[in-house]
Each structure stands twice: as C-alpha cells, then as structure tokens.
C-alpha cells in the first residue's frame, strides 16, 4: 500500500493543501512494521518505545472492538505520552471516554455487523451458487448475521 500511496501524482506521494493556501504539499509514506510474541507484551512495550519516537504516525493493530484489549490501550497510552498521532482501526470506547481527553489517538471504526451480509450479496454479484462462510467468534453479531444470512445465500438464482 505504501508503494501505491507513494506513486501518486507522478511519484510525489499524497498532496495536501490546507486553508486558503494555493500551495499543495506533498508526502511518501515510509512503512515499518513490529512484532512480538503473543503474551508477551513486555517485548512489544520495549520495540514500542524504542519504535515510536522514529515516528510521525502509528497505526495500531486491528482485530476487534473490545475495551478488554489492554495491550492496545497501553500502546495508544505510550504514542500519547510520545505526542505521537496513534491510529486504530477499532475504537475501544474507554480510550475515547477517559478523562484525560486524548489529543492524538484517532480511530477509523468500522462496524463489522453487517460483513456476512455484504460478503454474501458481493458473492451472489459474482454468480456464486454456493458460499460458505465461517465466523471465527461464535456466538458474535457476525456470527448470528451469518446464521441468518446463510439462507439467502442458498437460495441465489444465477
């Protein structure tokens, strides 16, 4: 993605122009990814503060919506305390909701109810007969909205 963002406008990156300025300025992105072993987020918590003041943008890992998700809160905390801008795809509420407003986290939450719907209606577009979808929480909105979706999948005439 960052190779595709970067040829934008004849290889000068993304442009941006702000205010009542004429001049558009222009932006690559350079992309670093970080690992660490699942549970063991004293590994992650060192990379993250060695990583994150080499930084101008975070964009933390996204993979559920729950405000359990204490790691991803402690790295937001960190990017936070580092005046670096934190992006996450999901949006725990209690990160928006503390009350210490939080000046650089920034969430792009999408709602993922409706996914097995969507899917089913793009596969049906594409003259699929037959799709099978398989939720991977049970007992989540997706998984009902596949449990109630999966007939009208069956039942597409092509």
């Not at 933390?60 to 790691?71: I, P, Q």
């Amino acid at each position: 993605m960052a190779r595709a963002i970067n040829s934008l406008n004849d290889g000068k990156g993304f442009g941006v122009r702000a205010g009542a300025s004429v001049d558009t300025y222009f932006f690559k992105l350079n992309y670093t990814a970080a690992s660490y072993p699942p549970g063991e987020f004293e590994v992650g918590r060192q990379k993250a503060l060695a990583l994150f003041p080499t930084l101008d943008l975070i964009v933390g890992m996204g993979d559920k919506c729950s405000d359990g998700d204490g790691e991803m809160q402690q790295f937001a905390e960190i990017a936070e305390g580092m005046n670096k801008m934190y992006f996450t795809t999901r949006g725990p509420s209690k990160l928006f909701k503390s009350d210490t407003p939080k000046k650089y986290l920034f969430s792009t939450h999408l709602n993922s109810d409706e996914y097995p719907a969507t899917s089913i209606q793009q596969f049906s577009l594409r003259s699929a007969v037959c799709v099978c979808l398989h939720p991977h929480t049970l007992g989540s909105q997706s998984s009902r909205m596949i449990a109630l979706s999966l007939p009208v999948c069956l039942c597409v005439s092509v």
